[in-house]
Structure formats: structure tokens, C-alpha cells
């Protein structure tokens, strides 16, 4: 008689298209996860097949690196996005009918609002990421039982040549340079307009509150979002070269309405998007990206608050 594969002992009794974690999973922290053993095709990082189980996968989904097979299918991505982008709508009907309750607007003055208030965006963001972070932590915490870090992609760094404190001082200090390399770029493709995430930065409060939630929020939920929940799909349906790209591709054209079409623009910042992505499939972890896209966000507040005095002489503001 043949022996069961050891992953079938651990299939969820709750729905066989998700895997229970592996035996000795570690507490459900941001980035635990045990060191990788070998190296798949591509020159990804990936720990033994028997690590992580492939229920619900393809057989051929059996020889991916651990951080892609991951238990969610496009189905589960379709329903995400589709919460996404309906939860977005429902706050920005919501803000809207309690501005107009609070302040008494009529429909211009709302419009404006919403394109001018830093306080407005910044709070309607800020509910609107931990929207997203709830609807993740429920599909695979609660509703799998599954950890929800280590799952969703998050595991500790482990460098090849480097300690893991000093690796991680790599991916900040690259995000840094990234951020400057991006910064000169722009400076050929921007257009003489103001674009519309400009329009916030109009006093010193609005502009604290909108490079605050850039830096101690977007990082966070954006590489959860990006490369841990889309990137594993988009790299098992089509390979890892044009998950990566597709990746960085959704993530710029995301960012777009922020910057009112201005193309040239939008194609930098899927060139970081590609970039955080690439770091990220190399890796084997949502914390280097995290690492990288910190760098990159921090290096753009530091830069902004040292050209206006600590956003005291802002550029038509006040």
C-alpha cells in the first residue's frame, strides 16, 4: 500500500482548497518563517516541497518556491478587488453625505473638497486601508485559521551574504536611492501642471498628514496588498518575469488618479512597482519589499520637508 503524501494529513477540515500551516509553524508574527534550504529555477529562494502543502494547486504548483503557493486562487482575487474598490465607493459616498450634513456644501464645493483637503484624504485613506487589512486578516485568519503574516508572505529575511540586521539596512538605504533616482527622473516627464496630489499639500498640516499615512501606512497595507496577496497568483498563472511585471504594472496604474494622467509619471512609479516586485520574488519575502518601499517613501518625506523648511514654505500654500 502507498504511503499518503504527508501534506494530505494536514488539509483543512474547513475547505480542502486551503492548506493548514505546516507542522512547527511558528506564532503568527510578521516575518517568522524557517530559513529556506534550496533554490528553485529562477534563483528564488524556496524551502523544501513537504514545507508548505499545495492543496488546491495544480501538482505542477508542487515545485514553486514556498512564498507562491499560497491558498488563494484568481476567484479569491476577483472577490478582493471587487471589496476594494465597492468599500471605496461606500467611503467616499459616506464622507461626502457627512460633509455635506456637517458643512452644508453644495455639490462643487464637495468636489473640491475632496480634491483639496489633505485632512479629508488622509482620513477617507486611512479607513480605507484598514478596510483592506480586516477583509485579508478574516479570509485567511479567521476564516482559514491559517497565520495570517507568515501566509500572506511575511517571513524573516535570510540573505546569503549577509546578516539579517544588515540586510535589512541594504533594502532601506536602496529604497532611499531608489526614491532619488525616481525623483531626477520625473523631473524630464512631469507636466508644467500641478498634479492633483499637489493640490494637497497647501499648509504645513496638510502636508504631515499626507507624508505620515505615505510613510508609516502605504508601505505596510501596499506590499500586503501587491506583493503578498496578488503577486503569488499573478506569478503561478503566468511565470515570475511577467508576474513581477504585471504586478508592478497594477501598482502604478493604481497610484494614477493621484497624479491626473500625467503618463510619464505614472510609468516611474511602475518602474517602482516593478522594482519593489523584483525585490520581493528574489527575496522570498514581503519584508524586503516593506524594507525597500519604507526607504523609498521616507526618502521622499525627508526630501520634501528639507526643500520647505520643514514644510513651512510650502509652493502656494500657507
Same mark, same amino acid.
Given at each position: ?77 476577483? @472577490? ?8 471605496? @465607493? ?134 500586503? @496588498? ?22 508592478? @504594472? ?69
Amino acid at each position: 500500500m502507498q504511503a499518503k503524501d504527508p501534506s494530505a494529513r494536514l488539509m483543512s477540515t474547513q475547505d480542502d482548497n486551503f492548506p493548514a500551516p505546516p507542522p512547527g509553524e511558528p506564532d503568527d508574527e510578521p516575518g517568522e518563517s524557517a530559513p529556506p534550504s534550496a533554490t528553485s529555477a529562477g534563483g528564488l529562494l524556496a524551502p523544501p516541497p513537504e514545507a508548505l502543502p499545495s492543496a488546491g494547486l495544480p501538482s505542477r504548483d508542487a515545485s514553486l518556491p514556498e512564498d507562491l503557493r499560497t491558498p488563494w486562487s484568481w476567484a479569491y482575487l476577483i @472577490v478582493f478587488v471587487l471589496f476594494a474598490f465597492a468599500s471605496l @465607493v461606500f467611503l467616499d459616498m459616506t464622507f461626502a453625505i457627512l460633509a455635506m450634513i456637517r458643512y452644508h456644501l453644495n455639490l462643487t464645493q464637495l468636489q473640491k473638497l475632496a480634491m483639496t483637503s489633505a485632512s479629508w484624504v488622509t482620513a477617507r485613506q486611512a479607513v480605507w486601508f484598514g478596510l483592506l487589512m480586516l477583509y485579508l486578516f478574516l479570509m485567511i485568519r479567521v476564516r482559514q485559521g491559517l497565520p495570517f503574516w507568515r501566509t500572506i508572505g511575511w517571513r524573516k529575511l535570510h540573505p546569503r551574504s549577509l546578516a539579517p540586521g544588515a540586510a535589512a539596512i541594504v533594502y532601506l538605504a536602496g529604497g532611499s536611492a531608489l526614491a532619488i533616482a525616481i525623483s531626477l527622473a520625473s523631473r524630464l516627464v512631469r507636466p508644467n501642471t500641478k498634479l492633483p496630489i499637489e493640490q494637497l499639500f497647501q499648509s504645513r498640516r496638510g502636508a504631515l498628514l499626507i507624508m505620515t499615512l505615505a510613510v508609516l501606512g502605504a508601505p505596510l497595507v501596499e506590499e500586503t @496588498v501587491f506583493r503578498g496577496y496578488i503577486y503569488p497568483v499573478l506569478a503561478r498563472s503566468f511565470g515570475v518575469p511577467l508576474g513581477v511585471l504585471g504586478t508592478g @504594472v497594477l501598482f502604478g496604474l493604481v497610484h494614477a488618479p493621484q497624479l491626473g494622467g500625467a503618463w510619464g509619471v505614472v510609468a516611474l512609479l511602475v518602474t517602482v512597482g516593478v522594482v519593489l516586485t523584483y525585490v520581493r520574488a528574489r527575496s522570498g519575502t514581503v519584508l524586503a519589499s516593506f524594507l525597500l518601499h519604507l526607504g523609498y517613501n521616507s526618502m521622499l518625506f525627508l526630501a520634501a520637508a528639507v526643500s520647505t523648511g520643514g514644510f513651512r514654505h510650502l509652493p502656494g500654500g500657507s
